[in-house]
Structure formats: structure tokens, C-alpha cells
């Protein structure tokens, strides 16, 4: 089974800066696709950005291209988003989770089959 | 990159089945068997029931099943129990190699 866990939340004024981070056990890490899926308050759920197992392919959903980086360092078990940039409505809860993802050539990429999930790091943005 | 349309809500009594529909378009839902399912108490992470339109993870109770037909997915929860009272997220991989969620159906268990 895999552990996830998230960090780096907190209060950021609009146009400000944040990186996430999401440390992982229990599996191999290099071996599984993840992304970041976010839900704002009173909203639903809503995929922010993949990244395959490798680190060489990352996506993104349009609100964030341009501002967000999504990344990841097998050797530390870890996966990041930068935030740059924020916006109000970036305001979330935002979740790191591991995906069964579509697997070939040795490495796996994102296809939102989300079955391990971190219990998510609360981002505010506001002045 | 729209948002799969759900119903806003659901309600059945204990023992009885409900159904929730997931529609999106031949560029997510019709074009792709990665569709998924995902139950989420609030203040608690989301939980995988259905990933590639009908198999159920290990642990998930056979009264959950999926299915799809053209742009629609389908969740059955049978024999309806308190504890299922729950959110309920459809997901699809897309066309432009994204993931997109529906807006939530909200189960009441009367």
C-alpha cells in the first residue's frame, strides 16, 4: 500500500508563490504516474496537473499552464507544485494522488485512476 | 476542457439501488475506457470504487458497479446502506492527454 503525504499549504497574497510537497512510501515511486487534484470550497473536485512516472512527460489543465510546475525527484520519494502567480480561485485544498496510469516502456503516465490519495494541504490565497 | 455533467443529486432508501450518470463527449468519456469513479465523505480523501469504466479495486464491495454506453458512464450502487451517503466523482482521461472530473452528485440515503 502507498502513503501519501502533502505539505506546504498556508496563506499566500494574490501573486504570490508556493510549492506543495508530497512524499511517498509503501511502493516503488519511480514506477507509478501522479497528479495533483485540488477541490475548492464548496466545490468539486478538479485535476490540476500529471506527471509520468519517469518525470519526463508532466500535463496540465489550462487555468494553471504558465504558473505551475509540476515535478518530481524519484531518489526522494517526493513530488512538487510550484505555484506561481496565485489567484484566488486557486483557494483549495489540494490533493496528491497516485494513479494505476497506462503503463509502457518502463515507465507509467496519468489516466485518472486515482487509487491512492494523500489527505490533501489546505492553500489560501488572499491578502 | 469542460467538466463531465453529473446529476447535483441522488436519494434511495436503505436496500434499494440508484444509479448516477457521468456524460461528456467521444473526446473524453466515448473516446477512452479510463473512466473512474470516486466516493468522498467531506473532510476525508476521495476513494477509488471503479477505474476503467467497470472494475472495482480490491475491498470495494461488489454492490458498487460501472458501466458505459457512447459519451455516458454509469455508477449502481445496489442494495443501498447508510454509510454509502457520500459525494460521488466520475473522472475521464481526455483527447489532450488530460484528466477532467464531473461537478459531484451528493447520494442522500434516505
Known amino acids: 500500500e502507498v502513503q501519501l503525504l502533502e505539505s506546504g499549504g498556508g496563506l499566500v497574497q494574490p501573486g504570490g508563490s508556493l510549492r506543495l510537497s508530497c512524499v511517498a512510501s509503501?511502493?516503488?515511486?519511480?514506477?507509478?504516474?501522479l497528479s495533483w487534484v485540488r477541490q475548492a470550497p464548496g466545490k468539486g473536485l478538479e485535476w490540476v496537473s500529471g506527471i509520468s512516472g519517469s518525470g519526463g512527460s508532466t500535463y496540465y489543465v489550462d487555468s494553471v499552464k504558465g504558473r505551475f510546475t509540476i515535478s518530481r525527484d524519484n531518489s526522494k520519494n517526493t513530488l512538487y507544485l510550484q505555484m506561481n502567480s496565485l489567484r484566488a480561485e486557486d483557494m483549495a485544498v489540494y490533493f496528491c494522488a497516485k494513479d494505476r496510469g497506462y503503463c509502457t516502456g518502463g515507465t507509467c503516465y496519468p489516466r485518472g485512476s486515482f487509487d491512492f490519495w494523500g489527505q490533501g494541504t489546505l492553500v489560501t490565497v488572499s491578502s | 476542457q469542460s467538466a463531465l455533467t453529473q446529476p447535483a443529486s441522488v436519494s434511495g432508501s436503505p436496500g434499494q439501488s440508484i444509479t448516477i450518470s457521468c456524460t461528456g463527449t467521444?473526446?473524453?468519456?466515448?473516446?477512452?475506457?479510463?473512466v473512474s469513479w470516486y466516493q468522498h465523505h467531506p473532510g476525508k480523501a476521495p476513494k477509488l470504487i471503479i477505474y476503467e469504466v467497470s472494475n472495482r479495486p480490491s475491498g470495494v464491495p461488489e454492490r458498487f458497479s460501472g458501466s458505459k454506453s457512447g459519451n455516458t458512464a454509469s455508477l449502481t450502487i445496489s442494495g443501498l446502506q447508510a454509510e454509502d451517503e457520500a459525494d460521488y466523482y466520475c473522472s475521464s482521461y481526455t483527447s489532450i492527454s488530460s484528466v477532467v472530473f464531473g461537478g459531484g452528485t451528493k447520494l442522500t440515503v434516505l
Open positions: 467521444s473526446n473524453d468519456v466515448g473516446g477512452y475506457n479510463y
Open positions: 509503501g511502493h516503488t515511486f519511480s514506477s507509478y504516474a
